[in-house]
């Protein structure tokens, strides 16, 4: 009975890893394929810039946008770098109940945090642009604009703190259990 519950737990601590060596090498795939994205975006972005800065644009309405999407762009790499040590950990055989993990659950929740402000400040600068606040070349036709907030990063930022509770006690159970052992 013993050795049915030693092959049942291998048999599923390698399931496990080949489920996450598959997810760590999508997330890899996906993170290039957004980072050439996003660096495509920025070139378009800054040579915009610099074709209107030479007519005369206006600066502080040009560089915001440009500003934004880099800070937005370094915290989705700061959230894919975070799953990606996740996954790519528990595929080399690794407890996933670790306080290593609980930690980078924990910086996760937190950028998911960060981007929700960096969201609703892009938001809230687009609505300054449509109102004509700054000037950049929108015309308002009516003398309101709306500012639109994302609840999911921070639902997301919520879960995954909670979560990152969860894999705190799974820790302690986990040492609980080595020393019983």
Known sequence: MFTNELEEERASLMRTNRVCAGISVV???VFAIICLFWLFVVVSMIASFVNTSN???NFASDVTPI???IMRGAVVAVLFVILNGIFSETAKGESPFTLKQVNRLRYMALALLVYAVLELIFSASTAMFQLGSL??????T???AIIT????PL??????FAFSFVFQYGVLLQEFSDETL
């Open 27 to 29: 997330i890899k795939v």
């Open 67 to 69: 500003v934004l999407h």
């Open 155 to 160: 639902i997301a930022s919520a879960v995954i």
């Open 135 to 140: 000037n950049s070349g929108y015309f308002s």
């Open 149 to 152: 907030f994302d609840f999911a």
């Open 55 to 57: 007519a005369g644009g």
């Open 142 to 144: 009516n003398d309101s």
